[in-house]
């Protein structure tokens, strides 16, 4: 994508005035009039207008196939994927890297091979086939190598393994990130050495090499720091927040957090504000400070409401009812717990539905609305039956079983108690 002026709307509105102007004088160049069409779709796509600037791209390429033009067909083919990628459209996407890959392929340029094929990888990725995603990483890493791009292979390796971590296989993950990483501090690369150590740090984390984890996400830090890449700044934060929370630094985990949030509010990065917000609510929430954890929280919500983030919002409602709950105030708690069972259901989020349930029945237990909390663990018991998952089965049949201790029906209580066990026994 070409950069834009410094005031992109207007930069926009200002290039499809002159677009508009050329199409209608009398005799409009056809690779002029492209040019026009792939910079005008270009200021579009820098501010994140993507259906207006797939529209112009699209008119850009009938152009360019009906008069036979090349010159930056293989940009506007690869800018196509990416919007198309972006909008979860990844088969359309992988169509057009696919051509680009063939272009560069017939013109024997190498380097635009890799490119698409690393592209093509970042496609199957996202569409969840991992071994395909694989298949053509390595293949652009061959590539690299036979050319010697040391930081066209840095970032491959760095792309396998981060599918390595994805499949659970850390160890090789670490490798090629150890790998990458190598290459990145030979050539003095440090934006690729920040990429690195912050993903081996979320391996360290994942293993609770807590240790190991501060140490990648502290260098990660200074390095952001140099580069002035205050969006690595944030992230480094975050994650040393949640390590110190871990370690029991609570302090040190609070001052981290606020940090990042201090930096995505200063660059209106409202999902990153959101997100600290949350995590400062749960350390409020781990020091017993429930009033501070439901303001932060609210903050939360009311970020997740505005950028229309329904999953937010359902974590959201589910934690304040929590929050309510353990203090006893069990009427606010299922207000929360059932606007949280409401979004989930919006989603078709089956987990969260059972997750609520099973909230809203602890709840009526507490209470000793027994008729309510069984009609709510059974409910919970019956989604997963008919998922056919057995995550957290066996606590839903021991919360049925003391239901029914409850309300004398001790032949039932057994009953559940005994499936309870057998499920167990059997996971």
């Known amino acids: ?90 088969d359309k996407a992988l169509e057009y890297y696919q051509r680009v890959l063939q272009m560069e392929q017939e013109k024997g340029d190498e380097e635009g091979q890799a490119s698409a094929l690393a592209n093509m990888g970042i496609a199957y990725q996202e569409k969840g086939s991992l071994q395909e995603a694989y298949k053509h990483y390595n293949q652009a890493l061959e590539i690299h190598t036979t050319r010697n791009d040391r930081i066209g292979q840095a970032r491959q390796l760095g792309n396998m393994a981060l599918i390595h971590s994805t499949k659970g296989e850390f160890d090789e993950a ?8 190598s290459i990145c501090q030979e050539l003095g690369e440090l934006r690729g050495q920040s990429i690195q150590l912050s993903n081996m740090g979320l391996i360290y984390h994942i293993q609770r090499n807590l240790t190991e984890a501060l140490q990648s996400h502290a260098e990660a830090l200074e390095i952001s720091k140099k580069l002035g890449d205050i969006d690595g700044q944030a992230t480094s934060f975050s994650h040393l927040g949640l390590i110190y929370s871990l370690q029991g630094n609570l302090e040190e985990a609070h001052e981290s957090h606020q940090q990042a949030l201090e930096i995505y509010s200063s660059t209106g990065n409202l999902p990153g504000q959101a997100a600290q917000l949350g995590n400062i609510a749960i ?45 006893g105030e069990y009427d606010e708690g299922l207000k929360y717990y059932r606007q949280a069972l409401e979004m989930h259901n919006k989603m078709g989020n089956v987990n969260g539905q059972v997750i609520q349930l099973g909230n809203i029945g602890e709840i009526y237990y507490r209470q000793e609305k027994f008729t309510e909390s069984l009609e709510h663990f059974t409910q919970a018991l019956e989604t997963l039956e008919r998922i056919g998952s057995y995550e957290n089965r066996a606590l839903f049949r021991r919360n049925a079983a003391k239901v029914y201790e409850k309300l004398g029906q001790e032949e039932e209580a057994q009953k559940f108690y005994d499936l309870a066990d057998r499920e167990e026994q059997t996971q």
């Open 1 to 90: 994508m070409t950069d834009t002026e410094k005031n992109p709307e207007e930069t926009l509105h200002a290039l499809e005035q002159e677009l508009l102007a050329y199409k209608q004088s009398e005799t409009p160049n056809p690779e002029e009039l492209f040019r026009k069409y792939f910079q005008t779709g270009d200021a579009a796509y820098h501010i994140s207008n993507l259906p207006l600037a797939l529209e112009y791209y699209l008119q850009a390429l009938a152009l360019a196939e009906q008069n036979g033009i090349q010159k930056r067909l293989t940009a506007l083919l690869n800018n196509l994927g990416i919007i198309y990628s972006r909008q979860g459209q990844v």
């Open 174 to 181: 670490m490798q090629k990130h150890k790998q990458a990483l």
């Open 283 to 327: 350390l409020y929430r781990k020091q017993k400070k429930i009033p501070q954890a439901i303001q932060y929280l609210r903050q939360t919500l009311n970020i997740h409401v505005q950028i229309g983030d329904l999953q937010g919002q359902a974590s959201d409602f589910g934690n304040l009812g929590v929050l309510y709950a353990s203090r």
